[in-house]
C-alpha cells in the first residue's frame, strides 16, 4: 500500500501563516437592478449607466426560477458506517451514503423533481448540502441557517426542482472535516431535457485519504497542522473510491467525462494532455465555448466536464491521467483501449452556453462588499480563520440587491489557499491581481491563491441567506465563514 501513498504539497506557497491585525472596512457602491433596466441607456460612463449595460450582458444567462415538468423521481439512502476497498481485499472503515464511497450517483433530467428522504444513521447528526445547485433556501442543508441538523436515527426529506442542468454533487455541512474525510459524498447530475448523444457519460470524483499503515482513516481530525496549513492533505488519492483505477474504453468514443474535487483540501490538476480532451462546462455550467483544460487547477468544491474522443486508430492503447499539481506528480487513473472495431458516434457540435457575459467593464463600478481572508490566534483550535478579521462565531453577514449587478472582491491577506464557495448563486471571474480574465463560464468555487486579490461579477437571483466559506474543511472549521445575504 505504501508505494501508492502521495506526500503533503511543497510547493512555495507552504511557508509560514502570516496574520494581520488591520481589516478592511466593507467598501459599498450602488447597484443597478433588472427590474429597472431599460435598453435606452444614455452613452455614458456613469457607474449607474456601466451597470444597467453589465445587468443588459447578463440577461438571459440562466433562469431566475425553476420549470417544474411535473415529474417526480425518488431516492431514499441512509448515511451508515460501512467497510469499502479503496485497495484490492483490503477494508478501510468509513461513513458513506449507501454503504458506498463515493455514494449512489443521482441522475434526473431538467425539469423533473428530486425528491430524497434521507436518514442518519451515523452516531452524530448531519445534513446534507447540494453543492452548486440552486436549491430553495430551505433545502441548502446548512445548520443553524436553513435547516436543523439531522439527529442519530431521524430522516429528512429533501426535494427540489434544479434550475440549471449540470455537474453537482452532494456532502454533509455538519463538522464537515470529518464526515467528508470518512467518505460521506456523491454526484448529482442534472441533464438536459434532451442530452446530447455522447457515446458514454462518466462522472469521476477525485479524492484524497489520510490513512495509515493498516489502511484505516488517521482519526484526529482538524489538527492545528493542518489548520495552520491547506488543510488536511491525504497520502492516498482515489477516483470513484479506488486507488488508481483502469477504465476501459472503446477506439472512436466520445465521451463526457464529468470531474468532481470532494476532497478536504487537496487542489488536483489532471492533465489529459495525451488524449483530445476539450472543456466544455464548469461548476456545472456549460461554458459559452470551448475551451483548453490544461493547467485548471480543480480546489475542493469544482467541477470540469470534458469532451474526449477516443482515437480510432490509436498508436497506443494506455494513457496515464496524472496530477500535476504538487511538485511531485502521480497517477490518478489510467484509460486503456479494448481492441475492438471502432464505434462511430453521433456526430453533434460541442455543447456552448447561450450567454456567458465577458463583463469587463465590472471594474468601472464600486466594489459591493469585500472578503479579506486571514487568520488570528485563538479561538477552539488556536488559530482562527477570518472573513474581514471575524470568524464564523462573530460574522456579520454581506448584503446583496436581489437580481441587482455588483462587484465582488476576495482579497487574500495570507500565505495559504482559499477556495471560496457561495452558496445559492454563480459569479464570474473578472480580474486576478488587477488583470482581467476571460473565463467562458461561472463559478460557485473560486482558487484564492496567497496574496491574491479576484474581482468577481454577480447578479443573485435566488433570495435568502446564503453561507460563503472556504471549502478547505479545516479552515471552514476554524472560522472561515460568513453570510451573504440576498434581499
Keep these: 500500500m505504501m508505494n501508492t501513498m502521495i506526500p503533503e504539497p511543497t510547493r512555495n506557497y507552504l511557508c509560514l501563516l502570516a496574520c494581520s491585525a488591520t481589516i478592511m472596512a466593507l467598501a459599498l457602491g450602488c447597484s443597478a437592478n433588472l427590474d429597472e433596466y431599460s435598453e435606452e441607456v444614455e452613452e455614458s460612463g456613469t457607474p449607474d449607466t456601466v451597470e444597467r449595460r453589465l445587468l443588459s450582458e447578463f440577461e438571459g444567462s440562466f433562469p431566475e426560477k425553476a420549470s417544474p415538468n411535473g415529474e417526480m423521481v425518488d431516492f431514499e439512502f441512509a448515511a451508515i458506517p460501512a467497510a469499502v476497498e479503496l485497495f484490492p481485499e483490503t477494508k478501510t472503515k468509513v461513513w458513506a451514503y449507501d454503504g458506498r464511497v463515493p455514494g449512489p450517483t443521482l441522475r434526473i433530467h431538467l425539469g423533473q423533481t428530486l425528491r430524497l428522504k434521507f436518514t442518519n444513521s451515523l452516531p452524530q447528526p448531519t445534513t446534507i448540502h447540494w453543492h452548486g445547485v440552486r436549491v430553495p433556501h430551505a433545502m441548502d442543508g446548512v445548520p443553524g441557517v436553513t435547516q436543523s441538523p439531522i439527529e442519530p436515527g431521524d430522516s429528512f426529506v429533501y426535494e427540489f426542482t434544479p434550475k440549471d442542468p449540470g455537474t453537482y454533487w452532494f456532502h454533509p455541512h455538519v463538522r464537515g472535516a470529518e464526515q467528508l474525510e470518512r467518505g460521506l459524498y456523491g454526484a448529482l447530475i442534472v441533464e438536459d431535457a434532451k442530452p446530447d448523444p455522447y457515446s458514454r457519460d462518466l462522472v469521476w470524483i477525485?479524492?484524497?485519504?489520510?490513512?495509515?499503515?493498516?489502511?484505516?482513516?488517521?482519526?484526529?481530525?482538524?489538527?492545528?497542522?493542518?489548520i495552520s496549513h491547506d488543510g488536511r492533505w491525504g497520502n492516498v488519492p482515489t477516483v470513484n473510491g479506488r486507488v488508481q483505477p483502469t477504465i476501459a474504453v472503446k477506439p472512436g468514443e466520445r465521451i463526457r467525462l464529468r470531474l468532481i474535487n470532494s476532497a478536504n483540501a487537496r487542489i488536483f490538476r489532471p492533465d489529459f494532455s495525451a488524449l483530445k480532451a476539450t472543456g466544455i462546462a464548469y461548476d456545472g455550467?456549460?461554458?459559452?465555448?470551448?475551451?483548453?483544460?490544461?493547467?485548471y487547477d480543480l480546489a475542493p468544491g469544482n467541477r470540469l466536464d470534458l469532451d474526449i474522443t477516443i482515437p480510432d486508430a490509436p498508436q497506443e492503447d494506455t494513457f496515464q491521467i496524472v496530477d500535476r499539481f504538487t511538485r511531485q506528480s502521480f497517477m490518478l487513473a489510467e484509460i486503456t483501449i479494448e481492441d475492438t472495431d471502432p464505434i462511430l458516434p453521433e456526430r453533434f457540435d460541442i455543447p456552448a452556453a447561450a450567454r456567458v457575459p465577458v463583463w469587463a467593464k465590472v471594474m468601472d463600478i464600486p466594489v459591493d462588499s469585500k472578503m479579506v481572508l486571514n487568520a488570528r490566534r485563538g479561538g477552539q483550535y488556536g488559530i482562527e480563520w477570518l472573513i474581514n478579521g471575524l470568524p464564523w462565531t462573530e460574522h456579520e453577514s454581506l448584503r446583496l440587491k436581489h437580481r441587482s449587478m455588483h462587484r465582488l472582491q476576495f482579497v487574500n491577506q495570507s500565505y495559504r489557499l482559499h477556495p471560496m464557495h457561495i452558496h445559492g448563486m454563480f459569479f464570474k471571474v473578472i480580474t486576478r491581481n488587477g488583470t482581467l480574465v476571460d473565463e467562458p463560464h461561472w463559478r460557485d468555487t473560486v482558487l484564492v491563491y496567497p496574496q491574491e486579490t479576484i474581482d468577481v461579477g454577480v447578479v443573485p437571483l435566488d433570495k435568502g441567506k446564503w453561507l460563503t466559506h472556504c471549502h478547505i474543511q479545516e479552515h471552514a472549521e476554524a472560522g472561515m465563514k460568513t453570510l451573504v445575504e440576498v434581499e
Design 285 to 295: 455550467m456549460t461554458a459559452s465555448r470551448p475551451f483548453d483544460p490544461t493547467g
Design 206 to 226: 477525485l479524492d484524497d485519504w489520510r490513512l495509515m499503515e493498516d489502511a484505516q482513516i488517521y482519526d484526529k481530525f482538524v489538527t492545528g497542522g493542518d
